[in-house]
């Protein structure tokens, strides 16, 4: 190869006098160069002219073209330590500018958005999308929940020394591999050979457009989803704790369906996203049967672990209830949910500990009843579909509309099972949970969604997660 020939494959691209290009390129993908890395950089030149603007990344593992391009004379570094650019041509000074100001790496008011906002390309030499940095400028300017902070101390074009963090900086794996296809598909990416090199051109205000469109529908659109890549599995579940930041209810899991031991359960609820348990079963047992110091070892265990413990469920209330209590308030649990039927006697004992309760053997008219004669002295209703389905009800439309749960509510379970006693996936039995969590919603409950709540799910917590929020997509 030689530089008349890149410079006309350029050109065929449709290149031309005064673009500007932010090159990512690899070298010895082009095969032999007569003239070397310089050969690329004028056959660029070449083609966008003294009025053009080349630009190459410096921060990712330095090729030789850049290496090349940052010590031509007159090349302007942008000044910033992260998402660093080198640039030559007429407009570096203004893409380059005060790179180093703005609140993210890659996003508004850098080199790359400037790029899109001056109809410049972003050519792909040799490289595939995986090297696209611009990307990681959708990524920030889409506010994905898994990005994070960095911060660097530097010395600014000024000669002073300043310490600064940037916002929505990428993470350590995405397959940013995965959007070629969406670029082709919408005809905005155009794909030649040069030498031994596929070459990808693209405008970087499309690219900004495109992929703004598909991280708005889905913040994981860069996420692979090899389930062995940790990353991904990490940053997954930030968007599922953000995504659930943002409902009015609070979404936790019960122990049992979360693991059998204390560090299976942080695992799988961390992998999900979820920072809350509702304890009814550890190791197979009963989390009210445990020793007090056994209970309070397991809520600080959680806590040290980010898991706060949403409550303590109770299936058997035992006949000294005020032990239970003062179990429950040593351990730092300050939410009991029990059964409906023994409510009375634990609320007489309850001080300062908030109590649910939940249906277990009534009907919605029972069960209404009942919660009226307990009046003030217990803090709400925790509403257990299967419960219902197996007193014969229809939980939404029977169950849901006779008792007038509406004022007492404060815990749904997330749960399902048919007329026949069986605990099914979510939606596929007779709870009508899909109805209720929508109702509930409707009605911006602030109260908690137990993911498993007081039966045995037949699936994963990550399964259950999965239905819940295959559910919430669907209304
Ligand atoms: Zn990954």
Known sequence: MNQKEIAAALQSMGLKKGDKVLLHSSLVSLGTVEGGPDAVIDAFVDVIGKEGTLLVPVFTALGVITDTLKKRPGAVISPCPVGTLAAIGADSETLCRDHWKAETAHGKDTPFTRLADMNGYVCLLGVDQDRNTTLHGVESLLELPYLNNTTQTFMTPDGETVTKTWKYYPGPH????????????????????????????????????????????????????????????????????????????????????????????????????????????????????????????????????????????????????????????????????????????????????????????????????????????????????????????????????????IRKNRQLDIADSRRDGVVTRLAQGNGEIKELISILRCHNFSGWFTLGGGVIYPGTLKEAAKDFVHLLDNM
Not at 364 to 388: R, V, Y
Request: glycine share 6%.
């Open 174 to 405: 995405r397959d940013f591999i995965g959007l070629d296809r969406y670029f082709r598909e919408a005809g905005a990416l155009k794909i030649t050979r040069i030498g031994n090199a596929q070459v990808r051109l693209i405008k970087a205000k499309d690219l900004f457009e495109i992929g703004l469109q598909l991280g708005s529908k889905d913040p994981a659109f860069v996420l692979c989803d090899n389930p062995a890549c940790a990353d991904c599995v990490r940053q997954r579940a930030a968007i599922f704790a953000d995504r659930m930041e943002k409902e009015s209810f609070r979404l936790t899991a019960s122990s049992r369906l979360a693991g059998r031991y204390l560090p299976e359960m942080i695992e799988n609820l961390k992998e999900v996203g979820i920072r809350f348990i509702e304890l009814d079963y550890l190791q197979g047992k009963a989390c009210a049967v445990l020793p007090p110091e056994k209970l309070k070892a397991a809520v600080d265990e959680l806590q040290e672990n980010g898991i706060t413990v949403s409550g303590l469920r109770v299936e058997v209330v035992p006949d000294e209830s005020a032990k239970l209590i003062e179990k429950a308030v040593a351990a730092g649990i300050k939410r009991l949910i029990v059964p409906l039927g023994d409510a009375a006697a634990v609320a007489a004992c309850a001080d300062g500990v908030e109590i649910v309760a939940y249906n277990h053997i009534h009907t919605a008219k029972k069960a209404a009843a009942a919660l009226k004669e307990l009046d003030q002295k217990i803090n709400g209703f925790c509403f257990n579909p299967p419960a219902f389905v197996k007193a014969g009800e229809m939980p939404f439309l029977q169950s849901y509309k006779i008792g007038r749960f």
